[in-house]
């Protein structure tokens, strides 16, 4: 039962790292999805946001009591500093002023809005943070990935001081984590994690039922490790299957876009109904992951809306996803497993295990719970 509490917390500040709306990429789904359950449940919420190329927005303005706007100041010189350029760029005193004017608990989205944190905690503040993954190993992880030596040096670097970074969490008030993994690591390090799953846009589960004639893989098709996905299931996995792949997303690379052939077909910046409609008549959702930090959207946005779900063991939330979704590991694993699954019909019994599972991920549940630890 949701208990709307709105007498305990009447206001809470909220500071992220870039503007949240439109929801349309993994960290700002999350906050955005977090401050509309939050404004269902009656609390008052003061934005304050990061703004670097996103437009103000008037969206916000419906959920929040005030939002307001600080630049992110990027400058080569935040390279040379010993703080990670995604937090030097985001001091602002004047953020900092804004915080300190009430007594209001503080949620801060992510290591990039980390240094607040002691002064913070120093002024007697509550100030709980929101960690979206464990930040050193995502950007080891896209270091790995990263073709580029330029960008290679970066992630090095940038995971590097983000380790050290972290240890101002030592001051939180709390740590929100979004998945298993990541709670166990906060809390064997800080003793003090609460694990709260990503907030998302799916509120039902949409899947069809019976067979769709396609496998699917989707994502941000600029981001290296999405890149580095599709590579393996075009080269390594798709090479020698008569099933048809169709590969979706934002901005994909000229690379990419030569993979295009008689049996994979990558579609461009589909729009959020395309990339919904494809989810949804697939046979199979296709997901390897090379990453195990944080909670993959695509993911639930899968479940919420496509038949089968097939997933690396780095993708897994908990073990109870075991129940209606594919693991998958080596290539021949994932070949395997593909041909099997494109024999089976997704029925009632499949759609009733997916439905009990949706429920772990309900957004007013989650930040009830975010609001009694607050």
Same mark, same amino acid.
């Given at each position: ?146 073709? @580029?030596? +330029?960008?290679?040096?970066? *992630?090095? %670097?940038?995971?590097?001081? $983000?380790?050290?970074? #972290? &240890? /101002?969490? =030592? ?35 949409? @899947?069809? +039922?019976?067979?769709?004639? *396609?496998? %699917?893989?989707?994502?941000? $098709?600029?981001?290296? #490790? &999405? /890149?580095? =996905? ?44 395309? %990339? ?8 199979? &959702? /296709? ?88």
């Amino acid at each position: 039962m949701l208990i709307y509490i709105q007498d305990l917390i009447k206001k809470i500040h909220i500071v992220s790292f870039d503007i949240p709306f439109p929801a349309d990429y993994g960290g700002v789904v999350d906050v955005f999805f977090k401050i509309k359950a939050l404004c269902e449940l009656g609390v008052s919420i003061h934005l304050h946001c990061f703004q670097y190329g996103r437009k103000e927005s008037s969206e916000l303005l419906e959920l929040c009591d005030k939002v307001t706007y600080y630049k992110r100041k990027k400058s080569f010189l935040h390279l040379l500093s010993r703080k990670p350029f995604v937090v030097n760029t985001r001091i602002n005193k004047q953020l900092l002023a804004n915080l300190l004017k009430d007594d209001s608990p503080v949620l801060l989205e992510g290591l990039h809005c980390s240094w607040y944190i002691p002064f913070l905690k120093l002024k007697g503040k509550k100030v709980f943070f929101r960690a979206h993954n464990i930040e050193h190993h995502y950007y080891q992880e896209l270091a790995s990935a990263e073709s @580029s030596f +330029l960008k290679k040096i970066y *992630y090095r %670097l940038e995971a590097y001081k $983000l380790q050290n970074q #972290e &240890n /101002v969490l =030592a001051h939180s008030s709390g740590i929100f984590c979004i998945s298993p993994n990541d709670f166990s690591y906060f809390e064997n390090r800080y003793s003090k994690a609460i694990f709260i799953p990503a907030f998302h846009s799916n509120n039902k589960v949409f @899947s069809l +039922l019976g067979r769709g004639n *396609y496998a %699917l893989y989707h994502g941000n $098709l600029s981001v290296a #490790e &999405n /890149v580095k =996905a599709v590579k393996f299931l075009v080269n390594e996995v798709f090479d020698s299957l008569e099933i048809p792949l169709i590969v979706a997303g934002k901005s994909p690379c000229k690379e990419l876009l030569k993979m295009n052939s008689a049996n994979v077909t990558i579609v461009s910046n589909p729009s959020e109904l395309e %990339l919904a409609e494809l989810v949804q008549k697939a046979h199979m &959702n /296709v997901l390897p992951s090379f990453q195990s930090t944080g909670i993959k959207l695509k993911l639930l946005f899968a479940l919420f809306n496509g038949r089968y779900c097939l997933i690396s063991p780095q993708l897994m939330p908990s073990k109870k996803i075991l129940k209606t979704a594919i693991i998958c590991d080596s290539a021949q694993q994932w070949k395997d497993k593909i041909i099997e699954t494109s024999n089976l019909k997704f029925g009632a019994d499949d759609l009733i295990e997916r439905e009990t599972y949706a429920r772990e991920f309900d957004n007013l549940i989650q930040a009830n719970k975010l609001i009694e630890w607050i």
